[in-house]
């Protein structure tokens, strides 16, 4: 069985490597503009939502561009400014990337090929951020966490029903591998159920989040103010570089 390309996370864990592997964020900063290894990819999951909507998938993509941006200027990373699409439908579309972001303010719906599709490419070694941004909107059923119920209650135990989903404590690595969160995942919105792991065989393959992190990366300042910007965007950096570097296991 062919695995995820390893070509990017090779590439991005040589870079952090050179610059001394996470010695202090300091130092990471001061090597961000000596520092430039390959580029490696970002890319964002299509999917559809309940309803027949096939379009939500790719509300807000400006909040990507502006994450990928503080990489490139606050990390020696070499994260591509390309707003690549991975289509759920298309297996061959999702293996080249080893990290994907599956955002939609609607909950997805997805069908009996989607989730082998889905699950297929976590078994290869894929890693998955999922969250929505809903900035002042609520659903039909009057809530705001529509999107991570679903993928909680639904979606997951669909995709890898012999996995567990739980949250994550506050010391896990995903909150200290790059920039530091003594209390964990930062909330910007919504019902604060906390950053959830889908682990399997002792790896985490999914990262499920509830706070809106990616409405901070969109427009953080004016929604939240400048603080929980800041925070939303490190908490980004983080989730991106534990996504490159974790183990993928075999």
Avoid at 65 to 89: Q, Y
Avoid at 192 to 212: K, T
Wanted: proline fraction near 6%; hydrophobic fraction near 40%.
């Amino acid at each position: 069985m062919k695995g995820i390309s390893e070509t990017s996370r090779r590439r991005f864990l040589r870079t952090l490597l050179a610059s001394a592997a996470f010695p202090s964020v300091n130092q990471l900063l001061a090597s961000a503009g000596e520092v430039r290894g390959p580029l490696s990819p970002w890319a964002r999951l299509q999917f559809p939502c309940r309803g027949g909507d096939n379009n939500n998938w790719n509300v807000w993509p400006n909040g990507d561009l502006k994450l990928i941006d503080e990489l490139r200027a606050t990390s020696p990373t070499n994260v591509d400014r390309r707003w690549n699409v991975a289509n759920i439908s298309r297996l061959e579309t999702m293996t080249p990337f080893p990290f994907l972001f599956m955002h939609s303010e609607a909950a997805p719906e997805l069908s009996g090929t989607e989730c082998a599709n889905l699950r297929e490419y976590l078994l290869r070694g894929g890693f998955l951020f999922a969250e929505d941004c809903v900035n002042g909107k609520f659903h039909s059923d009057g809530s705001k966490d529509a999107f991570f119920r679903r993928m909680a209650e639904v979606e997951f135990s669909r995709i890898l029903p012999e996995a567990k989903l739980e949250r994550l404590p506050d010391d896990h690595p995903v909150f200290h591998c790059f920039h530091h969160f003594q209390n964990g995942l930062p909330h910007m919105q919504g019902i604060p159920h906390g950053l959830h792991g889908l682990i399997l065989n002792g790896r985490v393959v999914a990262l499920l989040s509830p706070s809106d992190i990616h409405c901070g990366w969109t427009n953080g300042d004016e929604w939240f103010g400048h603080e929980k910007r800041v925070q939303a965007m490190q908490m980004g950096a983080n989730i991106y570089v534990y996504a490159m570097t974790a183990p993928t296991g075999g």
